[in-house]
């Protein structure tokens, strides 16, 4: 016999198969339960670890103000909602990020620099935290390495390609 538990519909008392929250009469309540269960782990997860130290809940801190959403609308009209690193290679990329050209984790004095910001792809913005990695030391845990800043978008498109297979 399956393992069975209580429903978690209020006021229900029909058993929910094992792996599941909520009975076949209330299956449709379980995917907002998910979605919320979720939304929690990454609320708590943000909280708790990601932002735990004093300079990431700083950066975080200025994702949240007026001046960083004025700042993201400009960017994304002047880009024309197109993904810069894809312009730069001949491809037409809706973008969905508003990125720091130069990381703002180790440039903090460009954070609100408009020239300092393109929009990007997700993909684009994946491969370029990838370089940023290697190549500034970015990310917890890692070592910076006092490279030089790149400020130019063609060669950054260029060095992050390297890390798409």
Known sequence: ?????????????????????????????????????????????????????????????????KKWRSLRSIVIDRDLNLCQYCRVNGKLTEGKIVDHIMPSELFAGHRADLENLVYCCQSCHHYKTIWEQHYYGTGKN??????????????ISKLMMMYKH
Do not use: L, W
């Open 1 to 65: 016999m399956p393992k069975v538990r209580r429903c978690r519909h209020v006021g229900c008392h029909s058993y929910a198969e094992s792996g599941s929250f909520f009975c076949t009469n209330h299956r449709d309540d379980e995917i907002r339960y998910e979605r919320s269960n979720q939304y929690m782990q990454q609320k708590m997860y943000s909280k708790i670890k990601r932002y735990a130290e004093p300079d990431k809940a700083e950066q975080n801190k200025f994702y949240h103000t």
């Open 142 to 155: 890692n070592k910076r390495t006092g490279n030089p800043p790149i400020r130019d978008i063609k060669i």
